[in-house]
């Protein structure tokens, strides 16, 4: 299983979907920067959740948050006091571990390691220029608390009832001590997170509903829910904030971790957002005129975690090829355009035309290197859905070959008829 790892870091970065940060000055622990490859599954995995959690609902708005906030934001939500791991320190090199991670001794050299002491995760940097307590900011650790201190103003602006929830998509900074598995753990990360707003009487109803609703993404993320565990969280490992917790876990290669999270925050955060800021968080009933803090239920993604395991659940090896077969709405190209032959004017100029008319609309490849059996393979790798090949047929009969990347069989369609051909198989 470890080795499935490293084909997939080795892949991810000889085809452009990660790359090591900062690689030409020798790089920076667990810093790590998408490709144009992986740029475009990042994004295609971050449209896909936002279709399918805000766009197609009536109850879900979004907004998008800075991403330094004021810092008694953090007071109130807890995690200047809260937000923290147990951290062990080897007493002969100095290194740094977290406590549930290590044994009696040090992994690097066989040290003695120190008691336990809290380690607070928030990334620390100062605004202005001078570096002084009162100017002290932090990098936030999760987005939620954009969507708590947004709370009432979402409210005035859209009029929405309850239940309803928001949304966002975002960075957020955790100053992790043993970073590290490629892009599973880093210090910069990405998250898709929404709060959804209920009455309390209703939260084990809701919080089933997106329980749910998350296994039904697991499925368009091309996850085999069979390598899916739900676990659940007892009392005293919970965040502060939640009542219930149940954590996604994948099967990864180097062991059974979280994938994504569930939790029921109660009326936590409005709460205390009321209690700091001085300002009426609380919803008023329409009808019965009551006002009172909803409480929440948190379905949380992280993009990066998404893109880690939908690369895992694809990657498949061949007898003569490695085919990445990822769900067609997630591949980074829809589809490549080749010329049989590139020494050939006449196929190059049509393939060139049939290639800009498709690239209006879909992200689309281009590629005259080599024979069509290494162009074809190459495609497979990066796991393009589709290769059209512009034969000298195609000059006669307006229609290209079409190959499918799972099953390799080829058919001939007008070229009229491509673009609405490759939607609908998109689609399917």
């Known amino acids: 299983m470890e080795d499935l790892m490293q084909k997939i870091i080795s892949l991810a970065k000889r085809r452009g979907f990660v790359f090591p940060g900062s690689e030409i000055y020798g790089g920076l622990a667990n810093s790590l920067d998408y490709g144009p490859l992986g740029v475009e599954l990042k994004n295609n995995i971050a449209q896909l959740w936002w279709k399918r959690f805000v766009q197609t609902r009536n109850d879900m708005v979004g907004i998008d948050a800075a991403l330094i906030m004021n810092p008694k934001v953090w007071e109130a939500s807890g995690h200047l006091k809260e937000f923290s791991d147990p951290l062990v320190e080897c007493k002969k090199c100095h290194e740094r571990f977290r406590a549930d991670q290590v044994e009696s001794e040090c992994s690097n050299c066989g040290g003695e390691l120190t008691e336990a002491k809290q380690f607070n995760l928030m990334l620390k940097t100062f605004l202005g220029p001078v570096e002084e307590k009162t100017n002290e900011v932090y990098f936030r650790p999760e987005i939620a608390q954009s969507m708590f201190v947004n709370f009432k103003q979402v409210l005035n602006t859209t009029r929405r009832k309850l239940p309803f929830g928001i949304a966002s998509q975002g960075k957020a900074f955790r100053n992790e001590i043993t970073p590290g598995n490629f892009i599973f753990r880093t210090r910069e990360f990405n998250l898709m997170e929404l709060e959804y707003f209920v009455e309390e009487k209703d939260w084990e109803k809701w919080f089933e509903y997106w329980q749910n609703e998350m296994r039904e993404w697991l499925k368009d993320l091309g996850v085999n829910l069979k390598k899916i565990s739900e676990n659940e969280i007892p009392e005293g490992e919970r965040a502060h904030y939640s009542k219930r917790t149940v954590d996604f876990e994948y099967e990864y290669p180097f062991g059974r971790k979280e994938l994504y999270g569930l939790a029921y925050r109660t009326d936590f955060d409005l709460r205390n957002h009321e209690k700091f800021s001085g300002q009426n968080l609380k919803y008023r009933d329409a009808e019965t005129e009551e006002e009172f803090w909803p409480h929440v239920i948190e379905p949380t993604f992280g993009l990066d975690r998404s893109v880690l395991v939908a690369l895992l659940e694809a990657y498949c090896e061949e007898e003569k090829r490695v085919v990445l077969k990822l769900p067609f709405k997630l591949a980074p190209y829809k589809a490549a355009v080749f010329p049989l032959l590139a020494n050939k004017p006449e196929l190059v100029k049509k393939a060139k035309e ?75």
């Open 354 to 428: 049939i290639y800009d008319d498709l690239r209006k609309d879909l992200m689309v490849d281009w590629d005259d290197r080599g024979n069509i059996g290494k162009r074809y393979y190459s495609q497979d790798e990066i796991g393009t859905p589709f290769c059209l090949t512009v034969d000298f047929d195609s000059l006669e009969k307006d229609d290209v070959t079409i190959r499918d990347r799972d099953t390799m069989k080829q058919e001939r369609v007008k070229t009229k008829d491509l673009a609405s051909t490759i939607r609908e198989r998109l689609a399917n």
